[in-house]
């Protein structure tokens, strides 16, 4: 069993940064993919970023590429997202999630098996 946990949202104005952290507990993100999403009010949950297990190969939307970056920390069990230049449309509630197969990460929601509690991201005009 696999537990999430994401911090670091909160408010920051256009052009701010912010850095999310996802702690896991139980198996390690050396073996397990780990896929952040995010969810606008009235929105479907959509893909943002994520990074294998097998070799830390990274993966982004278009939407951030080049202003979100994805990271890990094995030995705290931590994946990291950095969130550079921010945009008033990336305000949403952004969860972390682990898929516990081999294969290469999937931007579908439906195929991770972990998810956390979400983190509150809000960037204002």
């Known amino acids: 069993q696999v537990q999430l946990v994401e911090s670091g949202g909160g408010l920051v104005q256009a052009g701010g940064s912010l850095r999310l952290s996802c702690a896991a507990s139980?198996?390690?993100?050396?073996?397990?993919?780990v896929g952040w999403f995010r969810q606008a009010p009235g929105k479907e949950r959509e893909f943002v970023a994520a990074?294998?297990?097998?070799?830390?190969?990274?993966y982004y939307a278009d939407s951030v590429k080049g202003r979100f970056t994805i990271s890990r920390d094995i030995p705290k069990n931590i994946v990291y997202l950095q969130l550079n230049t921010l945009k008033p449309e990336d305000t949403a509630v952004y969860y972390c999630?682990?898929?516990?197969?081999?294969?290469?990460?999937?931007?579908?929601?439906?195929?991770?098996?972990?998810w956390g509690q979400g983190t509150q991201v809000t960037v204002s005009s």
């Open positions: 990074i294998r297990g097998s070799t830390g190969r990274t």
């Open positions: 139980g198996r390690t993100f050396n073996i397990y993919n």
């Open positions: 999630a682990a898929d516990r197969t081999l294969r290469e990460p999937s931007p579908r929601a439906q195929e991770y098996d972990y």
